[in-house]
């Protein structure tokens, strides 16, 4: 792959991360019943950032978990014979509450398809809502974010890597060329 560009740097992320922790408590009007729940592998680093954002903001520490959608997948069969799965952790319970998944990119939808038919395995929320880092267009499905850090229209050509610092040993949003 060829390098494009850096679209967001470990302070664009941040920020944008900050802003959307106060969406998240504006929306919601508060945070009762709240929790967040990253999807692996860059999800969860995400979450996590978020909780610390909001405690800041409200001093409330909101659950964080972790989903595992591998299974859940519609290209499963694609991925391999043997799909590394590294499991979900969840250790609070989904009924009746707010839940956030959060993801660094939405692009086609398929991964935001597999993280609703894995939460609802685990219950039944009152809601879910989905936060994503970037949207960079091209979805398949009638899925949307409900909270975007930063909308990045690609081509088909294009593709995004996110650097995080708790995954890759850096903050970054970089744009290749296939």
Excluded: W
Aim: net charge negative.
């Amino acid at each position: 792959m060829e390098y494009k560009a850096t679209l967001m740097s470990g302070d664009d992320i941040d920020r944008a991360l900050k802003r959307i922790a106060h969406q998240i408590i504006e929306k919601n009007r508060g945070l009762d019943n709240i929790c967040l729940i990253g999807i692996r592998t860059r999800g969860v680093p995400l979450a996590q950032r978020l909780q610390r954002h909001i405690e800041a903001i409200e001093g409330v520490s909101v659950p964080v978990g972790e989903l595992d959608i591998t299974l859940y997948r519609d290209d499963l069969s694609r991925v391999g014979e043997m799909p590394e799965v590294k499991g979900s952790k969840v250790d609070f319970s989904v009924e009746d509450k707010i839940v956030v998944l959060v993801d660094d990119v939405i692009y086609t939808s398929r991964t935001a398809r597999a993280a609703l038919e894995a939460v609802m395995k685990l219950g039944r929320p009152s809601k879910i809502q989905l936060c994503v880092l970037l949207d960079r267009g091209h979805t398949e499905l009638p899925i949307h974010p409900n909270y975007v850090g930063k909308n990045i229209p690609t081509s088909l050509d294009e593709v995004i890597a996110v650097r995080l610092a708790e995954t890759d040993e850096e903050n970054a949003v970089k744009l290749y060329l296939k």
